[in-house]
């Protein structure tokens, strides 16, 4: 059978079309402001027990876009970094941005100073916002990047008093506030007390509105370029899919606790969900489950979005069967694979199917999804609408249903490239056919399964971490000479890393080499677990086999 015929039949089969849906706006910012207008009191984002409407959320994004413009001279094109978890002021800081103009960055609150050095030179980042947790880790990277203006955020910014003052105090007595000398920085509160003057951008759709940056196929991380059209498409397409089977997502309260510098949490609270004029309740530390399930028990949630370790972590805690899912219609996984023991548990906790999909950072991200009432558990879904399709084998040859091959993906939602990198751009994108990287087949009724990855990356609780990068990292140690890492399976994370080492000193530890990494890498790139060895596997080019290392860790 063909598989462009497996897919539209199985598209017409869940009530879906094939054609590309129409676009929400011609801009990012309009379709935001076509929002606020709409429904300007309604709430949209709530964080640390407050909760701020599309007006207020509008306002604030305001401020800032003038005081960007007016204070620090910034303009159209220039690139900040979000260093941020999730806390209002994010999309708060990314609409700002849209309004003028601005690229945003998003970055990982947790990236080591080398890791933060390459992504701020690589974007030529000229403001950062950063979580005064962070701040000391940033002070020492900054001397080496192009930066210009900081601005320290806490996480008490935007509550009144006297919830504010309270909430500092209780901070300070539990040991959780974090003093910052005086220095180089603005605060946060300060851009508060701008006006809401400014000069707008007529932004194109063809502007690159984000830089999200990746491992894209090998070596170091790349910025990818994300336009107002490639998002705006992406959006309409993922509603296409949830709206399908639902009489009306209108104002439905969505539970984010994955962190908004991942593009499937940013692209779902900056857009699908503003989209539906819904209530996004954001999680600033998801790795807290006792706090977590206790933000979220005064909520009747009807969406509820997550990962794999997310979905283990709630439903051994104790407190998780407290939690009210009466409302819960639609349970959203992504990010890493899910597997069918925890989908088969998560329906039986909460009476609610999984619908998993499958997306990456170059495309904005969503490729396929699971209709609701469709699921087919193992699988990573459906294309959605106006996203093609092809399924090639190593030498090129297209593969029909059933067979196996590498994911080939063309749509409005593809990148427009990577940052600087057009030699990249060229590998990855071929004939207006972005190369996934991953092994799949796709059945007679349209589903894709995801195999295996012809890329070495390894995805930890749904974050990539590429080999060669921390390879890179760990060969500068003066003790190793060798090393090649990866990812073996873990319950909950889906994946850790596993590091091999060839030593030149016969005194090096385990603990010496996981203390270096801690130091040159973010947490979640820190191998689990280090095998020392006299030798590693190569091929005849000198090339680190790191198949033959994972044909042996699975025997």
């Known amino acids: 059978m063909l598989l462009e015929q497996a897919v539209k039949q199985g598209r017409e089969r869940v009530g879906l079309s094939s054609d590309k849906p129409k676009l929400p706006a011609e801009s990012l910012i309009r379709f935001w402001s076509n929002t606020v207008q709409s429904c300007p009191d309604k709430p949209a984002f709530s964080c640390l027990g407050q909760t701020l409407s599309y007006g207020e959320v509008d306002q604030l994004s305001r401020r800032i876009a003038s005081y960007l413009q007016k204070d620090l001279g910034l303009k159209a094109g220039d690139r900040i970094a979000i260093q941020l978890p999730n806390l209002i002021q994010y999309p708060a800081i990314a609409l700002a941005a849209w309004h003028i103009g601005l690229v945003v960055v998003n970055t990982n609150p947790m990236y080591s100073v080398r890791e933060l050095i390459h992504q701020f030179n690589d974007a030529g980042v000229k403001a950062v916002f950063v979580l005064d947790k962070f701040y000391s880790t940033l002070l020492e990277a900054r001397p080496n990047t192009p930066i210009e203006h900081v601005i320290l955020v806490r996480a008490l910014d935007l509550l009144p008093m006297p919830k504010k003052a309270i909430g500092g105090l209780l901070m300070r007595l539990t040991g959780r506030w974090t003093p910052v000398k005086a220095g180089d920085w603005i605060p946060f509160s300060q851009l508060l007390k701008s006006g809401c003057i400014f000069q707008a ?28 059209k490639s998002v705006l498409s992406n959006i309409a397409q993922a509603l296409s899919v949830l709206s399908s089977r639902e009489k009306s997502l209108e104002g439905v309260c969505t539970i984010a606790p994955l962190p908004m510098y991942h593009i499937y949490s940013y692209a779902l609270c900056l857009g699908i969900i503003p989209a539906i004029k819904g209530h996004s309740v954001l999680i600033p530390d998801p ?9 979220i028990k005064q909520y009747q949630f009807d969406i509820f979005t997550g990962l794999n370790s997310l979905f283990v972590a709630l439903m051994e805690h104790s407190k998780f069967k407290s939690l009210d899912f009466s409302k819960l219609r639609i349970t959203l996984s992504g990010g890493m694979a899910l597997m069918e023991s925890v989908a088969k548990d998560w329906e039986t906790a909460t009476g609610c199917v999984v619908s998993e999909g499958y997306g990456m950072t170059e495309a904005s991200p969503v490729v396929s999804m699971n209709p609701i009432g469709f699921q087919k558990i193992g699988s990573a879904g459906i294309p959605i609408p106006g ?5 090639v084998d190593e030498q090129g040859v297209e593969q029909q249903v059933g067979g196996e091959g590498e994911l080939c993906v063309r749509g409005d939602q593809v990148m427009k490239g990577y940052w600087h990198c057009s030699e990249k751009t060229a590998e990855t994108i071929v004939d207006g056919w972005l190369h996934t990287g991953d092994i799949v087949k796709v059945d007679e009724q349209g589903y894709i399964k995801v195999v295996d990855r012809l890329k070495d990356m390894i995805i930890v ?3 990539n971490v590429y080999p060669n990068e921390l390879e890179q990292a760990l060969t500068v140690h003066p ?11 873990d319950p909950k ?47 005849n080019v000198g090339k680190v086999l790191r198949k033959d290392l994972r044909v042996e860790q699975a025997n």
Not at 387 to 391: A, C, G, P, R
Not at 509 to 529: H, L, R, S
């Open 461 to 463: 609780s749904g974050f």
């Open 493 to 539: 994370a889906g994946e850790v890393v596993k590091m091999f080492v060839v030593s030149a000193n016969p005194e090096l530890t385990e603990d010496q080499v996981i203390d270096y990494c801690k130091q040159n890498m973010a947490g979640y790139k820190v191998p689990k677990y280090i095998e020392f060895r006299d030798q590693l596997p190569m091929s």
């Open 387 to 391: 996203t093609e399709i092809k399924v």
């Open 287 to 295: 790795r807290n489950i006792s706090a977590f399930i206790g933000s």
């Open 201 to 228: 951008y007529s932004a194109k759709l063809n502007d690159i509105c984000t830089l999200q940056y990746t491992g894209g196929t090998t070596g170091a991380s790349k910025g990818v370029m994300l336009t107002n």
């Open 479 to 489: 003790d190793v000479s060798q090393c090649a890492a990866i990812g073996v399976p």
